[in-house]
């Protein structure tokens, strides 16, 4: 069964430094990779997917996530993080039903 | 891009009272429709797939007759908590993906805060 795992329940990141919340994934076959992003009391907002191609991925607000086929890992980064990045961020997986496989979610704080 | 309406955004009422919660997409045709539901810290749930005219599809251990879908439109979704009771309190969202979408991303709704009393 496909599955995403994020070791982390919270990062605290000071304002400015770079930022990264960590995702690995274990799936069958080739993967659909997601992040999300939640503020409080909201839905999720879509960060960036990786279908194909590039390893680097670009998505809004400045982030960016890496997969990583031999790591089997998909982090999700930003060069300067922003004290509106603290939010409540899932990694995510499409299984082979379309349906969304949510991590636990990663809490980043971000230290003004 | 893609907009998803969820409505409402909190509800309170009392125990026994059955609660619908819509979700619209507001500017695309929406086939697939999922709800979830969020416990406080902790990830989404799914509990069911909607499809446009035919039944829902419910994820082990989601009552289908406590938790009523009905997607009658490509633009429409509705959820139903029948005989809501304290323990139905939660954080529900839908979600809604493009006909056409193939590969592209789920689009959510801002959730819907159910208190039940």
């Known amino acids: 069964a496909q599955s995403v795992a994020q070791p982390e329940d919270q990062v605290n990141v000071a304002e400015g430094n770079p930022l990264t919340v960590k995702c690995t994934y274990s799936v069958s076959g080739n993967p659909y990779l997601f992040w999300y992003v939640q503020y409080p009391n909201r839905g999720l907002q879509f960060l960036l997917k990786?279908?194909?191609?590039?390893?680097l991925v670009k998505g809004s607000y400045g982030f960016e996530a890496e997969f990583n086929k031999s790591q089997t890992s998909f982090h999700l980064k930003k060069p300067s993080a922003l004290v509106s990045d603290s939010a409540l961020y899932f990694c995510?997986?499409?299984?082979?039903?379309?349906?969304?496989?949510f991590g636990k979610g990663t809490r980043l704080h971000i230290l003004p | 891009g893609a907009v998803v309406s969820q409505h409402p955004s909190r509800v309170i009422c009392k125990s026994g009272t059955s609660v619908k919660i819509e979700c619209r997409s507001l500017d695309f045709q929406a086939t697939t429709m999922f709800w979830y539901r969020q416990f406080p810290k902790q990830s989404l749930m799914l509990m069911a797939t909607s499809n446009e005219g035919s039944k829902a599809t419910y994820e082990q251990g989601v009552e289908k007759d406590k938790f009523l879908i009905n997607h009658a439109s490509l633009t429409l979704s509705t959820l139903t908590v029948t005989s809501a009771h304290p323990e139905d309190s939660s954080f529900y969202i839908c979600s809604a993906r493009a006909a056409e979408a193939g590969r592209q991303p789920q689009h959510f709704g801002d959730g819907t805060r159910l208190s039940i009393l």
């Open positions: 990786y279908i194909t191609g590039d390893n």
């Open positions: 995510a997986v499409r299984d082979r039903d379309d349906k969304i496989i």
